[in-house]
C-alpha cells in the first residue's frame, strides 16, 4: 500500500468519525431492542451461509493476488464512511446511504457481507449506530441483499452492453434502495398491522423512508461513480489485478 492510499483511508475514516458520532433515536439502521429475540436469532442465522462464502472468496482473493488488499480496505471504509453519514426523515427517524456498491461491482456480493458486518459492528459499538442485538437483521439488508442486487445489476448490464458508468450508477443506486425495501420489510414482519398485516406495514414503513432514501440512492450511485471513475485514474493496475475492466 502506497503512502497516498494510506492517506487516503485514513481520511476517509476520520471524516466519518466526524460526521457521526451523534447517534439517532432511529435509522435504517435498526436500532438496539427494536426487534424481538426471535427475529434477531432468524436474521442472523439467515446470514451465516452468505459470511461463510465471503470469508472464502476474500481468501481466494487475497491468495490470487495480495494487492487486492488494498481495494478492499477501501471498499470497506467506503461503506462506513458513507452509511455513517445521517440524514432527519419522517418522525423523528434518519436515512443514509449503504456504499455497498462499490465492493459488489468490485468483489462481487459476497466479500462485502464480510466488509458491511465489520463496519455494522464498529458502527454499534463507537457510534451508537445500529446495534448488537439487530446485526443479523442489518447485515442482511445492507449488506447481503442490497450488494447481491447490485451486483446482479451490474453483471446484467454488462451482458447488455450497457454504458459502464450508467451500469455502475443503477448498480448502486438500486442496491440502495433494495437494502431500504428489504429493512421495512424486516420491521413490517416484527409489527405487523393490526388492519392489512405485514403489507400494510411495509408500506407504512416505506413511506416513512421515501422522501429521504429516494434522493440517498441517487447521490449514492454519482458518489459510487465517481468513486470508480477516480480509482481507473489512480489505481488502475490494482482494478486491473482483480479483474476488473475498464471499457475504451
Not at 439517532?24 to 451465516?48: D, K, Q, R, S
Not at 465471503?54 to 470497506?76: D, H, K, V, Y
Not at 459510487?224 to 489505481?235: D, N, P, Q, R, V
Request: aromatic letters at 10%.
Amino acid at each position: 500500500m502506497t503512502q497516498k492510499q494510506k492517506k487516503l483511508i485514513i481520511a476517509l475514516a476520520v471524516f466519518a468519525s466526524a460526521n457521526a458520532v451523534v447517534p439517532a433515536a432511529n435509522a435504517m439502521h435498526i436500532m438496539e431492542g427494536y426487534l424481538p429475540a426471535t427475529f434477531c436469532v432468524a436474521w442472523g442465522i439467515l446470514c451465516l451461509p452468505f459470511l461463510f462464502a465471503g470469508f472464502f472468496s476474500i481468501q481466494r482473493t487475497l491468495r490470487e493476488n495480495r494487492r487486492g488488499i488494498t481495494l478492499l480496505a477501501m471498499s470497506g471504509a467506503f461503506i462506513f464512511v458513507i452509511s455513517s453519514l445521517k440524514i432527519p426523515s419522517l418522525t423523528g427517524s434518519c436515512s443514509h446511504m449503504t456504499g455497498a456498491g462499490l465492493g459488489a461491482i468490485l468483489f462481487g456480493p459476497f466479500p462485502v457481507v464480510v466488509l458491511g458486518l465489520i463496519v455494522l459492528l464498529f458502527q454499534a459499538l463507537l457510534l451508537a449506530h445500529g446495534g448488537i442485538t439487530t446485526l443479523g437483521a442489518n447485515t442482511f439488508s445492507m449488506a447481503v441483499a442490497g450488494p447481491l442486487l447490485a451486483w446482479g445489476i451490474y453483471r446484467g448490464c454488462q451482458k447488455l452492453h450497457v454504458d459502464r458508468k450508467v451500469s455502475i450508477f443503477l448498480a448502486a443506486a438500486l442496491g440502495d434502495l433494495f437494502t431500504y425495501c428489504v429493512t421495512s420489510l424486516q420491521l413490517a414482519l416484527a409489527y405487523p398491522s393490526q388492519m392489512g398485516g405485514v403489507g400494510a406495514s411495509m408500506v407504512k414503513f416505506l413511506v416513512v423512508f421515501a422522501p429521504t432514501q429516494l434522493p440517498l440512492a441517487v447521490i449514492e450511485g454519482l458518489l459510487t461513480t465517481a468513486t470508480l471513475i477516480f480509482l481507473e485514474s489512480f489505481a488502475l493496475p490494482e482494478l486491473q489485478a482483480i479483474g476488473y475492466k475498464k471499457e475504451v
